[in-house]
Every structure is written in C-alpha cells, then in structure tokens.
C-alpha cells in the first residue's frame, strides 16, 4: 500500500541545503494534502571557554520565529502549517517534537563532512535516522547546499537599488538591513555597486546627490559555483568588502568578507 504521509515535520537550520528540504516537503505536503511542521532547534548556550566552532549557530536566535514565518509564506504558500521554535540538544529537540506533534515523516538536510560543524550537524541527521519512529527524508546537498561554494554562504535575494535613488535612501536602506554595499541594478541589469565608503565620502550631500553620480561601476563580482576560497583571493586581489554573486546575468545574491570568513573557519 502508498505510504501517505499527513504530518511531515521539516527541521531546518537556516542553511542553504535545508531551504531545499523546505521545499521538498512542500511538496509531499501538496501531493497528500498534509500539514507542514516547520521546525527550528536553538542550540542549548554551552558554558563560557566551551564555545564549539560552530558557535554562529547560537547568533541572532531571538529572529528565528519572524524568519520561519517568513519562509513559511515563501515556501508553504496555501499549505496547513504550523511553527516549531525549540531549544535544546538539536537531535533530541527534533525526535521529541516529531513525538509530541504526532509527525509520520520527518525531513531534514544531510550535509558532507566539510569541517568541524557540518561534523556536528551531521551528526544530528545520524542521530535522527538511527532513533526515530516514524521515516526520515534526508535531502543531499546540491551546489546550493555545498557549504564550499559561493551559493551556500551569500546573502539570497539582496536588497538593490535604482541608479536615481539619492544616497540618503541608500544610507537608509544599508542601515535598516546592515548592510555596507548595495548592488545597483537598471532595467533588471546590474550597473554598478554603491558602498558605505561612498556614503562617507558625501556626508552632508546625501539628500541631493543621486546613486548613480557615486557607485562604483567598475564592478568586481563572483558566481554561486565559485568556492568560498577563490571568492575570498578575489575580495583580497580587487580590495573590496564585498561583491555581488551573478548567475546568468541576474544578481541573485552577495557576498562578503563576513561571509566569507565565518565559512573558512567551520
């Protein structure tokens, strides 16, 4: 008999792979008209002097919430779901949730052994598999979820801006989204970037000076196949903090020194 599944519970860790496991439940929830629930584990805080190296996965935690709604419109659009914010040890948090909320499948992200962390959340999918009493879906990475290339560690879907935009909107825009660069995109083409730096140099001309008349159109960029690597001996060779990542002449993210830091030392 076709196994239907009903409750498909779908943890996700805010990496790229785990985005597609989103959405490879998405569609098992469409095909048996199932409920979605969408979970997120927040790392139990570790003693001082004990932080582990993938200590970023304990950053920012107070947005998860606001962020699961937000994948939830983007990815479970006319799909029942619900949302799961947990704390804890994330293996335990996930087989306790799928436990408690009654879950018949459960999907999750695999990931390669690509240094220490993705050893940890590796582990976390083995323990999973190995204890769980209902299946589990484990999605393998794809480029987007190669935590070496460009596409796993870019911002996705960056806020651009129009070359007629004055700069006191692109300082507000930075501001409102800590950012320090702004691609500059013209009839869906990407012409220049426009920098923090370039804000600075025109103080007290913010409101009447327009992007175009400050951005950077000499423009050093990078694609999502690109590994992290050569993204950074790029930034380091051309000096500059950041640099939008173009594929198939679409700027589909970017990607900084931040990034490209926070990737090497996992």
């Known amino acids: 008999m076709e196994q239907v599944f009903k409750r498909?519970?779908?943890?996700?860790?805010?990496?790229a792979n785990s985005f597609a496991a989103l959405d490879c439940a998405a569609t098992l929830a469409r095909q048996n008209k199932a409920r979605v629930l969408l979970l997120h584990v927040v790392p139990t805080?570790?003693?001082?002097?004990?932080?582990?190296?993938?200590?970023?996965?304990?950053?920012?935690?107070?947005?998860?919430?606001?962020?699961?709604?937000?994948?939830?419109?983007?990815?479970?659009?006319?799909?029942?779901?619900?949302?799961?914010?947990?704390?804890?040890?994330?293996?335990?948090?996930?087989?306790?949730?799928?436990?408690?909320?009654?879950?018949?499948?459960?999907?999750?992200?695999?990931?390669?052994s690509t240094g220490r962390a993705r050893r940890f959340m590796g582990s976390v999918t083995a323990a999973v598999v190995g204890q769980a009493q209902c299946p589990v879906l484990t999605i393998r990475p794809t480029w987007l979820g190669d935590m070496e290339s460009v596409g796993a560690q870019m911002t996705k879907n960056p806020v651009t801006i129009g070359p007629d935009a004055t700069l006191a909107e692109a300082?507000?825009?930075?501001?409102?989204?800590?950012?320090?660069?702004?691609?500059?995109?013209?009839?869906?083409?990407?012409?220049?970037?426009?920098?923090?730096?370039?804000?600075?140099?025109?103080?007290?001309?913010?409101?009447?000076?327009?992007?175009r008349a400050a951005m950077t159109e000499d423009i050093v960029t990078v694609g999502p196949n690109s590994s992290v690597r050569q993204a950074a001996l790029t930034m380091l060779d051309c000096e500059v903090g950041g640099m939008p990542v173009v594929e198939d002449g679409r700027v589909v993210g970017v990607i900084t020194t931040t990034d490209v830091l926070k990737a090497l030392v996992r």
């Open 8 to 15: 498909i519970l779908c943890a996700i860790d805010f990496d």
């Open 45 to 112: 805080v570790p003693e001082p002097g004990n932080v582990p190296p993938y200590a970023d996965v304990y950053l920012n935690q107070e947005t998860r919430s606001h962020e699961l709604s937000e994948l939830a419109a983007k990815h479970l659009e006319k799909i029942e779901h619900e949302i799961l914010v947990r704390t804890g040890e994330p293996s335990v948090a996930i087989l306790h949730a799928a436990e408690e909320n009654s879950a018949d499948l459960i999907v999750l992200a695999a990931y390669r």
């Open 171 to 211: 300082e507000d825009a930075m501001r409102r989204g800590g950012f320090r660069m702004l691609p500059v995109i013209e009839k869906g083409k990407l012409i220049g970037v426009v920098t923090d730096r370039d804000l600075r140099t025109r103080m007290g001309r913010l409101e009447e000076t327009l992007v």
